[in-house]
């Protein structure tokens, strides 16, 4: 990583969310094609609440690849976005793509729940938010009823007579 992009990886991580933005733009202007340089822009952007400034970054950011870690975030933030400007689909695409790929990153399944959510799936969002608790929890009530916790995940809508 840069020297450029470590100082404005710092203004954001500082709460200087328009210098590091109007920082970053500037960088971009440089090496448009660096991937690298276009999921920061996403980040300040979103930062900044403006959601639709991000979504052409994160897309140029994954499309030009990233290392394994920052591709993770970009998935997130991308699907993460779409979210909030209601492209629910879209949101669900791209957080499918991103467990996919990074079968491991619990913290994505949280993400793909509230997509799922605002879908009105409601069964499946709380099956994977349960079973996401049951893999990552590690309180003593939550393990002492994971068994059961783990049963009645994706049967919600069952009553039981």
């Known amino acids: 990583m840069d020297k450029q992009l470590k100082h404005i990886i710092s203004l954001r991580e500082n709460g200087h969310l328009e210098e590091?933005?109007?920082?970053?733009?500037?960088?971009?202007?440089e090496k448009p094609e660096n991937g690298l340089y276009h999921y920061h822009c996403a980040w300040t952007y979103d930062l900044l609440g403006k959601e639709?400034?991000?979504?052409?970054?994160?897309?140029?950011?994954?499309?030009?690849?990233?290392?394994?870690?920052?591709l993770e975030g970009a998935y997130l933030g991308l699907g993460s976005t779409y979210r909030t400007l209601g492209?629910?689909?879209?949101?669900r695409k791209i957080l499918?793509?991103?467990?996919?790929?990074?079968?491991?990153?619990?913290?994505?399944?949280?993400?793909?729940?509230?997509?799922?959510?605002y879908l009105k799936d409601h069964s499946k969002?709380?099956?994977?938010?349960?079973?996401t608790l049951l893999t990552t929890s590690n309180h003593e009530g939550v393990n002492a009823y994971s068994k059961a916790i783990k049963f009645y995940s994706d049967k919600l809508d069952q009553i039981w007579e």
């Open 87 to 91: 492209q629910y689909e879209q949101s």
């Open 20 to 29: 590091a933005n109007r920082l970053m733009i500037a960088l971009l202007k």
């Open 125 to 131: 969002s709380m099956e994977i938010l349960l079973n």
């Open 52 to 70: 639709k400034e991000a979504v052409p970054h994160y897309e140029k950011a994954i499309q030009l690849g990233l290392g394994h870690e920052d």
């Open 96 to 117: 499918e793509q991103a467990i996919n790929d990074f079968p491991d990153a619990e913290h994505l399944k949280i993400f793909y729940a509230m997509t799922l959510y």
